[in-house]
């Protein structure tokens, strides 16, 4: 697992995207800078997890080019946990093959120790609850020597004051394992928060409709004027 | 496939207060007790004739002259080696077989016809051919063995894969799991909950079959014993052999029933 991103690069150039006759995606263009939280905001169908997914290599792209450097990995909405099987055996598949037995031990007692499970280790995912499970996600990816993680509404699945508690513990192991990320909400509040830029986009065909960057430190307050400024901008700019 | 949801509940509600454990033995046990007293008066009143209805105890005295004798222990461990053989068989064939048409849609389009087909074509119509070429002896019977349960364990297999999550597939995509290893690691471990209920669902056709097998093919087995009863006319004979086949059968399903409890199987009945 890396403490910091070693090199990622991440880069839309003239990217279209359409399933049949449906186009999601027009001609989009978007760099990921290396280190930055961006937060894409959007309305319900307009395009995110298709973008997530083409900024993975999951899917390829209509027309359009798509440079990525690093490794990427997905944090999903839920259920991306083999159930099968235990948390350590879910964290251990992000571990290369060259590491020794030594190095496995010592970094899945740091992972379990970041993400607060400790004395779960064993257990397998249906035995633990929601947030549990989304840990154990986030503590998968960051074993994976990964440099840009991308998470499409991880926390959407979870109760409201569970969702606060994980914003605040993905700022918090951010903060000790640099990573790009790019996250995909509903929650304004959520993406206010967290990023350090925010791309508010359209209905379909899907552009960008507005760019904030907020520069004051995190964690952040919801009542801190940077959060409540970007709140109000990006309500109006989706006329709500 | 529906059968496959038959077993799920059974053991997903725990018992655990002690009145209901208490309940577990004693409803069952009052429902035995009536069986046998109904059993014991109608056998009293003489309203069949005695060689054509054993009273309890005749069947008693039957079942001590069996094992002392030695027959029926003998009978038991023919039975269960030739299902025993029929069912791994086609379980190591079956179940592969159903994995590989999961994965790969131009070979459903092939197969799936031809073994519906089979799956509905009783087994026993197979019990001709199975003694012109295989003879007397244990391989007809496990031929027929092989013939009940290779079927439904393939179609059962190839349409658990079909329901596998896509997400899993894109997981095992992000951390480089491919080839024969996205097999081993996922697709047989996402699919064996649902290859376990049917392991069991198939377990009873071949239990079901293996009597009516060895009634035709063989010289030993429970099924064989219920034959010669019959031409001896000894009902009471044949009265303990079915209770034995019967009981087997659920110990046969209780232990793999012990399976679903497995750790990494267990998500699977959780949901
Ligand atoms: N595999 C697919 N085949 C055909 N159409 C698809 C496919 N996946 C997505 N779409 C369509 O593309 C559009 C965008 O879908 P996408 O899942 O990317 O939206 P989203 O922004 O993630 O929505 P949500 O916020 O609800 O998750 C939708 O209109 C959807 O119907
Ligand atoms: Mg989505």
Known sequence: MKDKIIKSQLVLENVSHNYGAVTVLNNLNLVVNSGEVLVLVGPSGCGKTTLLNLLS????????????????????????????????????L??????NDAEREAELKELIELIHLNGFEQYYPHQLSGGMKQRVEIARVLAGDSDILLMDEPFSALDYQTRLRMRFELIRILKQKQRTVVFVTHDIEEATQLADRILVLTNRPTTISCELTIKSPRPRNHSDPSVINAITTILQEMKL | MTETTIFRNESTKPISSKTANIFGFLLPGIVLITLLLVWSLISFTNLFPTYAFPSPLAVLKSFTEEIIAGRLLNDIVAS???????????????????LWL????????????????????????????????????????????????????????????????????????????????????????????????????????????????EMVGCQDGLGYGIWEARNGLRLDAAVCYMI????????????????????????????
């Open chain 1, 57 to 92: 290599g999951h899917i390829k792209p209509s027309s359009g080019i798509i440079k990525r450097e690093g490794i990427i990995l997905t944090v999903y909405q839920q259920d991306g946990l083999f159930p099968w099987l235990t948390v350590v055996e879910n964290i251990s």
């Open chain 1, 94 to 99: 992000g571990f290369s093959k060259l590491m």
């Open chain 2, 80 to 98: 269960l080696w030739r299902v025993s053989v029929g069912f791994v068989l086609s379980a190591l064939l079956g179940i592969p077989f159903g």
């Open chain 2, 102 to 213: 999961g994965q790969h849609i131009n070979a459903r389009r092939a197969f799936v016809p031809m073994l519906n087909f089979f799956r509905f074509l009783s087994p026993l119509a197979w019990i001709p051919f199975a003694i012109l070429w295989f003879h007397i002896g244990d391989k007809p019977a496990i031929f027929l063995i092989f013939m009940a349960s290779f079927f439904p364990l393939a179609l059962a297999t190839m349409s658990a894969v079909a329901t596998i999550p896509n997400i899993y597939f894109s997981v095992a995509k992000d951390y480089d799991i491919k080839g024969f290893s996205l097999i081993t690691k996922v697709v047989f471990p996402a699919v064996l909950p649902q290859i376990i209920t049917s392991l069991r669902v198939s377990c009873g056709i071949a239990w079901v079959i293996i009597v009516a097998a």
């Open chain 2, 244 to 271: 034995v086949i019967g009981l087997l059968g659920m110990i046969i399903d209780r232990l793999l029933n012990q399976l679903t409890k497995l750790p990494n199987i267990r998500w699977g009945y959780e949901r």
